[in-house]
């Protein structure tokens, strides 16, 4: 019995090791992009938009305060998905 529990041990930590040996493998985008990502576009806002009152208090900022944030968004139309 104790044959089969240490075989069986070394064969679960043999399947593992392997499954994390080629766990990137399957993936050539996992790699991180090398340059950072910088925004393509820069918007001005006021702090509420994008702030919480917790974080306005924390920060400061008072509410009006225009404050210069990226802008994300892709042009063209936009599609949700729907269930």
Do not use: W
Not at 18 to 25: D, G, R
Request: hydrophobic letters at 45%; a positive charge; proline letters at 6%.
């Amino acid at each position: 019995m104790k044959t089969f529990a240490t075989v069986l041990g070394a064969l679960i930590l043999a399947t593992g090791t392997a499954q994390a040996a080629s766990f990137n493998a399957g993936n050539p985008d996992a790699d991180m992009p090398t340059a950072p990502v910088v925004a393509a576009h820069s918007v001005q806002v006021k702090a509420a938009k994008v702030l919480s009152g917790k974080e306005l208090a924390r920060r400061g900022v008072d509410a009006n305060t225009e404050v210069t944030v990226s802008d994300f968004t892709a042009p063209g139309p936009r599609s949700t998905y729907t269930r």
